[in-house]
Structure formats: C-alpha cells, structure tokens
C-alpha cells in the first residue's frame, strides 16, 4: 500500500524531531511547519502551508495536503514520538483485512485499557468524543476525504475556538459515519515530548501501552 506520512512541526522547550525521524523508518514523509522555519536537517521534504494556525487547524490543513498526494494510506502526526519496530506493516496488514475501517490509532495510551478488549494485536474501540485519546490515526486517504467534509469536523474547525481535540473530534465523526476504530496492544507509538506545544500536561493515563 503507497503510504503518505505527514509530520506537523512547531518548535518546543526540547526538540524531539531527530529521535522521531530517527524512529520513523519510512523515508516517504512530509514535514508540515505550522507558520515558522524548520531547522532541522532532514532528508523528508519540508512543506509550508502558511502562516501559523495552530494545532487543530493545522492538522486539519496539514491531513488536507496529504489528501491530495496518489497514496492508498495517509496520516498526519506530531513530531514527539517514537514508532516501534515494524509498525507500518502491522497496520497495513490490518487495513488489507477490513475495508470498514475508519482509522488505525497507532499509539494506545495507558487510559484506553477499560474500554478495550486488552488482548494483543488489534482491539476495536467504539464511541466518538472524549472515548479514547492520543492521536497517531492512519487512514485510508478515500475516507480521510470524507472526515475533512464531515459537518462535525467542519463546525469543529470553524467554530471550536480553543482549536484543540483533535483525538476527540477525529473519533467523533468517523463513530456518526458508522466506521470501525481500532488500537493496537502494544502500543505502536510512544510519546517522548514532554514540553507541549499547546500547555497539555503528561499524565501516567497518558503513557503508551507495553513500552
């Protein structure tokens, strides 16, 4: 599967795109700055989008650009994890399986465990906002199109003026579009910022399943 990853970046108190881009092992990735100079060495293209917008309204843009690239697998990540070994073909090989899936949540936090099954490998999560959290969603690029046109996402963009949730509005609409969510245990991703950008504080629920 022709897969398209986007890494939104916006700098921190403790940089942490080298040991992502180190983590990543997948040299088809773009690096989306929101509104500042990137100056990281990178062999990924870097591509600016405009001015800065922050956090939902980029990532909307940012997963809007990916939408229009030829891949068969998009996703739109942040810039402060690490991926574990194998990752992309755990999920492609997920994707291959069910054609129903509204997205595959690559980084399963501690607090999602009671309202998973807890079993090894994929595990279904039902229910839209406030459910699950975390972010790292993959997407095949068909339906991402048809996330970005959601009512709920759109009002969400244009009208949320805290312009933050995006692990809660993402699940949200692909739950009233009737699509399927999934976990993986363990954990694929792992968060490694501490500093964020937009005030959130790390908690133990927080911390990623198995590492």
């Given amino acids: 599967m022709k897969t398209t990853i986007g890494i939104r970046w916006y700098p921190r108190k403790v940089e942490t795109f080298q040991q992502m881009q180190h983590s990543i092992k997948f040299d088809n990735c773009i ?15 870097v591509k600016m989008l405009g001015e800065h917008v922050g956090c939902f309204k980029h990532y909307y843009r940012t997963l809007e650009d990916l939408c229009k690239t030829d891949s068969d697998i998009i996703g739109a990540f ?3 994890v690490l991926f574990r070994d194998d ?9 291959a399986k069910n054609p129903y899936i509204g997205y595959l949540e690559c980084f399963t936090a501690k607090g999602m465990l009671p309202r998973l099954q807890n079993k090894k490998g994929w595990n ?17 690029r ?3 199109e048809k996330i970005l046109q959601h009512p709920f996402i759109l009002n969400h963009l244009n009208n949320y003026e805290a312009n933050q949730q995006i692990d809660h509005a993402i699940p949200e609409a692909v739950h009233q579009m009737g699509y399927l969510q999934y976990a993986h245990i363990p954990s694929l991703m792992k968060h490694i910022g501490r500093f964020s950008t937009i005030g959130h504080i790390h908690r133990k629920i927080d911390d990623a399943v198995g590492w």
């Fill in 31 to 45: 690096v989306y700055p929101d509104g500042v100079d990137f100056p990281h060495r990178t062999d990924f293209e």
């Fill in 78 to 80: 942040s810039d402060d």
């Fill in 87 to 95: 990752w992309l073909n755990t999920a492609h090989r997920m994707f």
């Fill in 124 to 140: 279904e999560m039902k229910g839209g906002w406030a459910k699950t959290w975390g972010g790292g969603y993959l997407f095949r």
């Fill in 142 to 144: 068909e339906v991402a």
